[in-house]
């Protein structure tokens, strides 16, 4: 381990982990749903980069309602965090029944050279 300036270690090789993520529509049965999602519509997060199935849209008011938790969602959290155990977000329309479940689906690791231009010290 090397100790940087502000006291902080850091490990000597400069990767680290972030879950992969699918967040899914989930559209009670019988109800009325006003985004224009369907059952099983979804999205994946790896890494950076979202990615939609091939013909498939997504509202861009659900996805305003759950960006905000992606990044917190993709790191290790400790097992009593809520982020760790809290999944399933409103559609943000009140009356709209639909919501967005977000599963870690893998853990892919990334090197802090290739996605940044910032030294670590």
């Known amino acids: 381990m090397q100790q940087p300036k502000d006291n902080t270690l850091v490990a000597s090789n400069d990767t680290f982990q972030l879950y992969d993520l699918r967040i899914e529509v989930i559209c009670p049965p019988g109800e009325r749903i006003l985004c224009g999602a369907q059952e099983g519509d ?29 990044a ?25 029944k639909s919501r967005l479940r977000i599963v870690r689906t893998g853990l892919r690791t990334f090197s802090h050279g290739d996605v940044t231009a910032v030294s670590l010290f």
Request: aromatic share 8%.
């Open 72 to 96: 917190a969602k993709q790191r290790v959290t400790h097992p009593n965090d809520w982020m760790t155990t809290d999944a399933e977000i409103a559609c943000p329309d009140p009356n709209c």
């Open 42 to 70: 979804h999205f994946t997060l790896e890494g950076e980069m979202l990615r939609l199935p091939t013909g498939q849209g997504f509202s861009i008011y659900s996805l305003a309602a759950v960006l905000p938790l992606l």
